[in-house]
């Protein structure tokens, strides 16, 4: 069913965040908390740093109404540079890869896209964009 959620990024206090979210919502997490260290290395990277594979990849925590906020640590060492702004993003989570390329392909027109859509080793659709207003979106169209 498709979905929309919240996705917020932080450097390295994701999992104290969520906690914190946690226990304001009295909800408990979608899945474990996958870890960096668990993601397979783009080829030509350096290897993680130890204190980096246990960086929160991604964590989901439904709040109220349907809604999930979902997080990551986006770490200058792993070549993010978070400001406000580009902490958030709007998560869409289409029906379709259909769907998911027809909004991503209406939304990324005249904006940038930062991260093509691509079958994820995760199993999923896989894309982001900032829209020609500043709007960063992300799409993950689940495996059927």
Known sequence: M???STYLNFNRNT?????FYKSVF???FVGPIMRMGEA???EGAPPLSEEDKNLV???ALPTIGGHQLMGTDAAESMGFKLNMGNNIHINLSPDSKEE???LFAALSAGG?????????FWGDYFGSCTDKFGVHWMFNCPAK
Request: a negative charge; glycine letters at 4%; aromatic letters at 4%.
């Open 2 to 4: 498709a979905s929309v």
């Open 15 to 19: 999992e104290t965040a969520f906690n």
């Open 26 to 28: 009295g909800t408990e």
């Open 40 to 42: 397979p290395a783009p």
């Open 57 to 59: 990849m991604h964590v």
């Open 100 to 102: 998911t390329d027809k």
């Open 112 to 120: 940038m896209v930062t991260m093509p859509l691509e079958d994820q």
